[in-house]
């Protein structure tokens, strides 16, 4: 452990959906003197959270304003529909968007998907978030497409989902602000990324300024007429008998 970590803890920021367990025990096995406290935060507000220092890195929903942060795509989620259970799309493997057209779909003011174009019909209000609009789907008022992970999320007894494979996807990503990347921020960098504890401890690796050098030290050494010396143990050609 690096000078100055001792005492310190390391702050993760994560939106719903999002379960960072698998990181976190990694994390906790490496690093048994920096505790790691996790801070739940909804989708719209991390990235203010991370430009105030409330976090020092936090799993965040793409695409998000860049400015200031560094950002590491990690995994894309396949979007799905919610309904009602008697709904039509219960009795379908999976759901296209043209589908829907008939439908009205919420489309609440923390959504996660990025719409070119919003499927179904505008449903009668926008709700505030993907739980209060869940609510609504379940009043039977509408229907909701969300990443995978927020319908499982927000499972309901009285609700389904299906995949709907044409329609845009939600990518989840690790950010943290670019000024501010610590050593802790480095170390946990490399445990997302799947590299081992002997790996520099996941940190940036020798920068390309010193990889000349190391080249040269490792140049084979050169005798008086400017040739490369000969190894010692090549042999000598010889006749070879008949």
């Known amino acids: 452990m690096a000078d100055g970590e001792t005492g310190r803890t390391f702050r993760l920021a994560y939106v719903p959906g999002v379960t960072p367990a698998k ?9 048994p003197g920096v505790p790691i406290t996790l801070v739940a935060v909804p989708a719209a507000e991390v990235v203010e959270l991370l430009r105030n220092g409330g ?4 799993f965040v929903r793409l695409p998000v304003d860049r ?14 529909v919610m309904a009602p259970k008697d709904h039509a799309i219960a009795a379908a493997d999976e759901v296209a968007i ?10 609440p003011l923390d959504d996660t998907v990025e719409w070119t174009v919003r499927p179904g019909l505008p449903a009668f209000t926008r709700p505030a978030t993907t739980a209060d609009a869940v609510e609504l789907v379940a009043a039977g008022a509408g229907i909701l497409l969300v990443p995978l992970s927020l319908a499982r999320l927000h499972h309901r007894r009285d609700l389904t989902h299906r995949p709907v494979p ?24 490399g445990i997302v990324r799947g590299r081992t504890a002997n790996s520099s401890r996941g940190r940036t690796p020798a920068s390309p300024a010193e990889k000349p050098a190391q080249r040269q030290a490792q140049k084979p050494a050169q005798n008086g007429s400017g040739r490369r010396a000969a190894p010692a143990s090549r042999k000598k050609k010889g006749h070879r008998p008949r």
């Open 23 to 31: 990181w976190v025990n990694v994390w906790t096995e490496r690093m």
């Open 55 to 58: 976090a020092d890195a936090g």
């Open 67 to 80: 400015d200031g942060l560094s950002v590491i795509p990690l995994y894309v989620e396949t979007t799905v």
């Open 98 to 107: 043209a589908d829907l057209v008939d439908d009205e779909v919420f489309h």
């Open 166 to 189: 044409d329609a845009p996807q939600s990518q989840v990503a690790l950010s943290w602000p670019t000024d501010a990347t610590t050593d802790l921020v480095e170390d946990f960098i």
